[in-house]
């Protein structure tokens, strides 16, 4: 019975490395500590009410971001390990096995627990508000999503501790992936946690793109939307179109894993190539989905903080639409080496080279706004333009990339790291870090101090160079991608040292910014911020910060690009819209029912992970469960009534 | 339908100036998104098939295993399961619950019985060696014809819960969208089977 049950132990955790008996003691003890001062403090209903069951979209903006950060933190601690064991040759920090488990788990964990919450947390957040809505289309699903996402990342971390990490690369290329290659649960973990979380993210595009079709203020139309509401739009296209591919691949991977199917077998007539081109025609959409709503976020910056109204309008929606258009079409650049021959290479090639057209068009849009503006050098404006030379440098390389003939050079060298790395991060990750600052002061109410601000900023940006400028040239001698060690003669370790140091100051960075927020949270009541702290422009600024809870008392109107600038230039000449008379207003009930379910998918995942058949099936029945007692109940909504938006108002504004 | 579309369109233009939103109508138009998000999802799993339906691996070959007149009931059974589906939105447009009711439940037993002749179906084929694991090509083929399958048991069970609503609350604007969907959501599964006899079966045979 004991020796059965230490047995299983062995198998359950993952044992014999120091590394992870640290990290288990971690989890454990912050685990124990939550718990105690929850208790402590009497919080849990507090934390029942208020945000496990909240369905209010700014809510669940800010636990989607709260989240994503977190998962920044474990992503770039793998990181850090890598360079690590990268600093110099023939370390003996990380196995060799260990090092694939390390960029499996950082690279998934960027793009779909990092990236994609961020830019939900800031469509949640930011979307209804610009749009003059109180609400999102379905308030309750948008809950539900958010629970799928969370528990879907907890699930993929939980492989750390227990059953093993998978270790098949970000993308789970077969046979790799498949069981005979990959025998241990790690690759089920990736599939579950990716696909629990996925049929959120789904669910969130289909929510966004009827929230912005449906909801927006009147007058607003089209050709009138602020330009991030554009980005989500265009977004939520292309997830609509590209995730339905991805939880079809998994589902595929995970039959031939599980049920003995033969899709990405090498025996009984599986062909791999079929998967590689499937998650390559969600995974290049997927890397426009992370990008352009931070395009949405960098426009509606570079207006507010140049004073102008953004160049080109009309060019950039258009250009954020070609690309959403012409991002389903480029996959195939990511195997040129793998035997399509000349002319399918060729397409590929021209289709990837042509979206650097209305990047290009984006990128001299900003130019042009900043061009005789009034630019303040707020931190979300220096993100912005950091932004800019780096994502130059990465589109340039790029498109050399794309050159197929030239790819047979590069694919899977360390330049290609250094390529995607420098769009991701001077992309994505500057652009959503400059969305959290600029739109900090109305999720929560006041202002952070900009001097450890622009010290992140700094280290931040300079790491980021000394890191991966490097590795364009360790490429080109000949370094490859996924190489957990390597030897003196190489001549590479002078490169790879350096590259190291850059990876540290960004480490550096980031407990600049963990201190900063720290900061302005001890200091929060001097730091209040008003209801347009930067002088916007856009009509999220138009009401009190942090939003009261049903956001707008009266519906406002949406009849131009910039409304709050205009009815800003309005007032000050003394022009006031008519006084509106308040009304009840509608609002969405909490629901306990999207966390319960979510963790009964939990649930069915971690069977599923270690084919308990018994414990897959108590999972599906309990998301059953909640979705017809979801049908059943009729009892969703209720009014806020008059009298408490006047108070509500009284003191939100008084204070002002 | 198109009626009922009209309806709300008019409802909605009326609203919009007052910052009401007609939550139907929203959920109609979701719910469209969610069947593009469908077809993708067919979409991959026809892909799939296309690819590997020649990869039999030297085992049994689907095209000898199809026996048609089973298929063809398949299909009576589904496109008529999908006519009385519409016969019910009708009942449901005069206001008629017991009639929608009744009309729910005989497309209820006309998606049952499609079911139970494709599992039949199912069975037959892996008697005869074509099983799940024999190669690419059968599992491809149960993949996507078994989807096709899982949504319209899905579909069933949903159908029978909103029976019990309609019996409990009558038609209301919420009942009444509920149907709405569900009705569009039926009629979308007889689309797949059309592609799923075209593709899988007839050129399979053909
Ligand atoms: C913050 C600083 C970062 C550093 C120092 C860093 C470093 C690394 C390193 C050393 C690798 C492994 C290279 C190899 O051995 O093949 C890697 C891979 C990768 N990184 Fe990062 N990274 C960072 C941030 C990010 C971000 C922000 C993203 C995405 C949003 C990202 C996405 C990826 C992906 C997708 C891979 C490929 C994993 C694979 O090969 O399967 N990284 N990174
Ligand atoms: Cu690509």
Redesign the pocket.
């Given at each position: 019975m004991l020796e059965g049950l230490k047995e299983f132990a062995s198998e359950f955790f993952v044992t014999g490395d120091p590394l992870i008996y640290g990290a288990m003691v971690a989890i454990g003890i912050t685990t124990i500590a939550i718990v105690a001062v929850l208790t402590y403090f009497k919080k849990w209903g507090w934390l029942w009410r208020n945000w496990l069951t909240t369905v209010d979209h700014k809510k669940i903006g800010i636990m989607y971001i709260i989240a994503s950060i977190i998962m920044?933190f474990r992503?770039?601690v793998?990181?850090?390990m890598?360079?690590l064991q990268?600093a110099m040759p023939n370390m003996d920090f990380l196995h060799p096995e260990h090092?694939n488990q390390?960029?499996?788990t950082?690279?998934?964990i960027?793009?779909l627990f990092?990236?994609m919450p961020f830019m939900f947390g800031l469509f949640n957040v930011i979307v209804p508000l610009q749009i003059g809505a109180r609400d999102v289309a379905f308030p309750f699903l948008n809950a539900l999503s958010f629970w799928l996402f969370f528990l879907g990342a907890m699930l993929f971390n939980l492989s750390f501790v227990i059953g093993g990490s998978p270790d098949?690369?970000?993308?789970s290329y077969p046979p790799l992936s498949e069981l005979s290659h990959s025998p241990g649960v790690g690759q089920n973990f990736y599939i579950w946690g990716i696909q629990i979380s996925g049929i959120g993210s789904l669910a969130t595009g289909i929510n966004f793109m009827v929230t912005i079709i449906k909801m927006r203020a009147p007058g607003m139309r089209w050709m009138k939307l602020p330009m991030f509401t554009w980005s989500v739009f265009s977004t939520c296209i292309i997830i609509l179109f590209a995730f339905p591919i991805l939880t079809v691949t998994l589902a595929l991977l995970f039959l031939d894993r599980f049920a003995g199917a033969h899709f990405f077998t090498l025996d009984l007539g599986g062909n791999p190539m079929m998967y590689i081109n499937l998650i390559w025609m969600w995974g290049h959409p997927e890397v426009y989905i992370?990008v352009l709503p931070a395009f949405g976020v960098f426009s509606e910056i570079v207006s507010t903080f140049s004073r102008k109204k953004l160049f080109g309008y009309k060019s950039m929606v258009f250009a954020m639409l070609i690309i959403s258009f012409l991002s389903f079409f480029t996959w195939a650049h990511h195997f040129f080496t793998m035997g399509s021959g000349a002319d399918v290479n060729a397409f590929f090639a021209v289709t990837t080279m042509l979206i650097a057209i209305p990047t290009g068009v984006k990128i001299f849009n900003w130019l042009f706004t900043m061009y005789r503006g009034r630019i303040r050098m707020a931190t979300p404006m220096m993100w912005t333009l950091a932004f800019i030379p780096c994502f130059i440098v990465g589109g340039m390389t790029g498109v050399l990339l794309s050159v197929a003939p030239a790819d047979f050079q590069f694919h899977?060298s360390?330049f290609l790291?250094a390529h995607?790395?420098q769009v991701?991060?001077g992309g994505?990750?500057f652009g959503y870090f400059a969305g959290l600052y600029y739109w900090w002061p109305k999720m929560f109410g006041f202002q952070l101090e900009e001097k450890l601000g622009k010290w992140a900023f700094w280290t931040w940006n300079i790491?980021?160079y000394v890191?991966?400028m490097p590795q364009y040239a360790v490429g080109l001698m000949g370094m490859?991608?996924?190489?957990?060690t390597y030897g003196w003669d190489t001549g590479w370790w002078e490169l790879n040292f350096v590259?190291?140091i850059?990876?540290f100051l960004?480490?550096v960075g980031?407990l600049f910014q963990v201190a900063q927020i720290a900061d302005g949270i001890r200091k929060y009541k001097s730091l209040k911020a008003s209801g347009d702290p930067w002088d916007a422009r856009t009509l999220e600024w138009s009401i009190p910060s942090p939003a009261p809870e049903y956001n707008f008392a009266v519906t406002p109107r949406g009849d131009d690009i910039d409304e709050w600038w205009e009815e800003k230039e309005r007032r000050a000449k003394g022009i006031y819209p008519p006084e509106q008379k308040l009304e009840p207003i509608h609002m969405p009930k909490n629901s306990g029912i999207p966390f319960v379910m979510s963790v009964f998918w939990f649930i069915a995942g971690f069977g599923f992970v270690f084919g308990w058949l018994w414990m897959a099936i108590l999972g599906l029945a309990g998301v059953g469960i909640c979705m017809i007692a979801r049908s059943f109940s009729y009892d969703t909504d209720y009014y806020i009534p008059v009298d408490e938006i006047k108070r509500t108002e009284a003191s939100l504004r008084g204070s002002v | 339908m198109a009626q009922a579309a009209a309806k709300h369109g008019e409802n909605h233009a009326h609203g919009h100036d007052h910052g009401h939103h007609d939550p139907q109508e929203m959920k109609i138009l979701g719910f469209w998104f969610f069947l593009i998000s469908d077809v993708i999802l067919f979409s991959v799993l026809f892909a799939t098939f296309i690819v590997l339906r020649d990869n039999t691996a030297g085992g049994p070959i689907l095209s000898e295993l199809i026996k048609m007149p089973g298929v063809i009931a398949e299909t009576f059974l589904l496109l008529t399961s999908s006519f009385t589906s519409g016969l019910a939105v009708l009942a449901m447009n005069q206001g008629k619950v017991k009639q929608l009711i009744n009309w729910l439940i005989v497309t209820a037993v006309l998606g049952a019985g499609f079911l139970a002749l494709e599992i039949y179906e199912f069975v037959e084929m892996v008697h005869e060696g074509f099983s799940y694991t024999t190669s690419a090509a059968s599992g491809a083929f149960f993949t996507l014809v078994g989807t096709h399958g899982l949504h319209v048991s899905l579909g069933l069970i949903w159908m029978i819960g909103l029976m019990f609503q309609l019996k409990k609350r009558g038609i209301t604007d919420v009942t009444r969208g509920k149907i709405n969907v569900i009705s569009l959501y039926w009629h979308f599964l007889d689309v797949v089977w059309i592609f799923l006899l075209s593709i899988v079966y007839l050129m399979g045979v053909m």
């Open positions: 920044l992503g770039g793998d990181a850090l890598m360079r990268l090092y390390v960029f499996t950082h690279g998934t960027m793009i990092m990236a098949a690369g970000w993308l992370v899977n360390y790291i995607f790395h991701l991060i994505v990750v790491g980021f890191c991966f490859t991608r996924r190489l957990s590259s190291t850059g990876a960004m480490g980031f | -």
